[in-house]
């Protein structure tokens, strides 16, 4: 056979091996990232935990409150400050 045909054969396969390594490489990386994600939301969900048991449940509850209403104010404000597309 041609001698070019078995360097392009060679290039080829070079490329695929190379897009290999750089698969495997992501997929590492991608799962250190989700583990990080894991352990973040754990002290997230921990830290939340403290905060209630030290307010205790009564003031949690109103703090909450307090919250949704706070959001419910600030997406009426968004609303209010959208401004009407030009037709």
């Not at 830290?47 to 109103?62: D, P, S, V």
Request: charged content about 40%.
């Amino acid at each position: 056979m041609d001698k070019s045909l078995y360097k392009m054969k060679g290039k080829k396969q070079s490329t695929v091996k190379s897009l290999q390594n750089r698969v495997e490489g992501l997929t590492k990386i991608v799962k250190e990232l989700i583990k990080e994600v894991q352990i973040n939301a754990n002290l997230a969900q921990g830290t939340l935990t403290a905060f209630q048991l030290h307010l205790g449940e009564e003031e949690w509850n109103k703090l909450v409150e307090e919250l949704k209403d706070k959001e419910k104010r600030n997406i009426e404000q968004e609303n209010k400050l959208e401004i009407p597309e030009e037709k």
